[in-house]
């Protein structure tokens, strides 16, 4: 597995990070010894990178990673916006996953410049935690273009977590290749860069050999977040940022695993993916979308469609 320095923070990184959503309750819900195992399979092949944040509720699965590998990096995240919710929420990390500091502390989610300046006083406290040895590096998450050139103009952010693939599923505010000129200017100022949703939360796995091609090939990422919810996926997703040959019997076991669609709690019931959906297996219950299983084909049409990427494909 290739190491990429992340950005200008000295930190070692392999270019394919854990995206640990997938295993925890929020999602798949494997227990504590269904985790460890997929987990000693990312490190087996190389994996020393993963990510997680304080809404996925995992760290005890994490926790298994450092125990059995102590130079593993953790990037953890929080919607913290004071000093005392974010120190809280850095204490509830390093409780949990037994360690002295967290590797990346990044605010989730940010939106711009003035979010960012709405968060300072947060960005204050873990410069101040940086300082003392409890984070290694801080910055942001977004899925914004707008929050990537806002990150630029603070000196204070060391990392930035965008959300990029080939379709541009899940952008809120512009394209695939304006999200691209982003994340090139943030590099080009030293920026830690590790992208996010490389195959649009499962919704573009039709599609998955040119996503996997699209960023791949993006210099500007020193490593990508893609969410793994088996050995076999973790197998096959190592080939392919290795650029190897996937094996027929991988590619199958891969293609052939049972999958779901996803609503996430947040869904607004808009209404939009219904529209989108021709095969009747979504319905409006309670205000929000449901979908009939039994329905789906997992096209991941309705996932295109969602202004808040609440749809996936898991």
Request: net charge neutral; charged share 20%; hydrophobic share 40%.
């Amino acid at each position: 597995m290739i190491l990429n320095t992340l950005g200008n923070t000295g930190i070692k990184v392999s270019r394919m990070c854990f995206g640990s959503l997938t295993i925890g309750p929020l999602q798949k819900n494997k227990t504590l010894l269904e985790s460890r195992e997929i987990i000693a399979a990312a490190l087996d092949c190389g994996v020393n990178f993963f990510d997680t944040a304080d809404l996925y509720n995992n760290y005890d699965h994490l926790r298994a990673a450092i125990q059995m590998q102590q130079d593993v990096v953790i990037a953890t995240k929080s919607y913290d916006y004071t000093a005392a919710g974010v120190l809280s929420s850095l204490h509830r990390a390093l409780s949990e996953l037994g360690r002295d500091y967290v590797d990346l502390y990044l605010l989730h989610e940010q939106e711009s410049k003035k979010t960012i300046e709405g968060h300072w006083e947060a960005i204050e406290a873990l410069i101040a935690a940086k300082k003392a040895g409890k984070v290694r590096a801080i910055g942001i998450s977004t899925h914004r273009i707008e929050g990537v050139y806002g990150a630029n103009l603070f000196s204070e952010l060391d990392v930035i977590h965008p959300l990029i693939n080939l379709t541009g599923i899940g952008i809120e505010d512009g394209t695939t290749e304006e999200m691209a000129a982003a994340i090139h200017q943030a590099k080009r100022s030293g920026k830690g860069v590790y992208g996010m949703k490389p195959l649009g939360g499962g919704n573009l796995l039709s599609q998955k050999q040119a996503s996997f091609e699209y960023v791949l090939n993006l210099a500007d990422l020193d490593a990508i977040a893609i969410g793994v919810q088996s050995i076999n996926e973790v197998r096959y997703n190592v080939k392919k940022f290795n650029g190897e040959t996937i094996p027929d019997a991988l590619e199958v076991a891969v293609s052939s695993a049972p999958k779901r669609l996803h609503i996430s709690d947040w869904c607004t019931g808009c209404g939009e993916c219904l529209k989108r959906c021709n095969h009747k297996a979504l319905t409006l219950v309670n205000g929000k979308a449901t979908v009939l299983q039994e329905n789906c084909v997992l096209c991941g049409y309705c996932g295109s469609v969602c202004k808040d990427f609440c749809i996936k494909v898991i």
